[in-house]
């Protein structure tokens, strides 16, 4: 993937994706109860997981805008999009997640949109394995 039209797009996509993962994060403090309504129920303390996760989020999100930390901080995308998987199956499984509290535009996204996210996992997983490569990024 280092080759080809895409490469040249290689460092401003690792950008946005830093910048997308930060943003993220900083929204679980922001609104922790519309994340926190994604935990499944046998999960212990939601509240705990959302801001865990969120920190994860903006600490790798940061790390993986630098070139030094750039491969652990994907790997760690990575780990932390597998880690969170289970919530996204959740919603798009569960017949009526507890979503009080949310704000009502949020409330009852439709069925195609949470099964749609799924594969989109997939998706960012590629995105951060592409930055777990040995080789220095060229400009």
């Known amino acids: ?28 403090f922001v609104a922790p109860t519309l994340y926190e309504r994604a935990v499944p129920p046998g999960f212990p303390r939601p509240r705990t997981l959302v801001y865990l996760s969120g ?52 409330r009852d996204p439709p069925d195609a949109a949470l099964w749609a996210r799924l594969p989109l996992q997939a998706v960012l997983v590629a995105w951060a394995w592409w930055y777990t490569d040995r080789s220095p990024e060229s400009d």
Not at 1 to 28: F, I, N
Not at 68 to 81: C, M, N, V
């Open 1 to 28: 993937m280092g080759s080809g039209r895409l490469a040249r797009y290689k460092r401003p996509l690792r950008y946005a994706m830093g910048l997308s993962y930060v943003l993220a994060g900083v929204l679980h």
């Open 55 to 106: 920190i994860a989020e903006v600490v790798l999100g940061v790390g993986v805008l630098f070139e030094r930390t750039r491969r652990r901080s994907a790997w760690g995308l990575i780990a932390l999009l597998v880690a969170v998987f289970p919530a996204n199956v959740y919603l798009a499984v569960a017949d009526d997640p507890d979503l009080e509290g949310v704000p009502e535009p949020l």
